[in-house]
């Protein structure tokens, strides 16, 4: 499964209970889960995110512990338009 489309899975409370996973968003929220001991399923980031010093720094993390990151927001739309939610950076996490 795309990861966009396991992002809009997950808005229920349902799919969340049955995969075991949720999802974090925003990148001091990212930041903070990537020095959990949590598994990191992949994560979406808007082009916006690599424009800051601290969302490069963010997308260098994720790639370093070869987790999965797909740039959604194309022709102008936004993650929020593209999930129903407001980000500059989400990951689906599984809860141990």
Do not use: C, N, Y
Not at 41 to 54: D, H, K, N, V
Request: proline share 1%; charged share 30%; hydrophobic share 40%.
């Amino acid at each position: 499964m795309k990861l966009l489309t396991l992002a809009r899975d997950l808005q229920r409370r349902k799919a969340r209970e049955r995969q075991s996973l949720f999802v974090a968003e925003g990148i001091r929220t990212v930041e903070e889960l990537l020095r959990s001991p949590l598994l990191i399923r992949g994560a979406l980031a808007t082009q916006q995110l690599g424009e800051s010093s601290r969302g490069t720094a963010l997308l260098e993390q994720l790639h370093q512990r070869g987790i999965l990151t797909e740039e959604v927001g194309a022709e102008g739309r936004s993650l929020s338009q593209l999930t129903g939610e407001t980000a500059e950076g989400k990951a689906a996490s599984k809860v141990s």
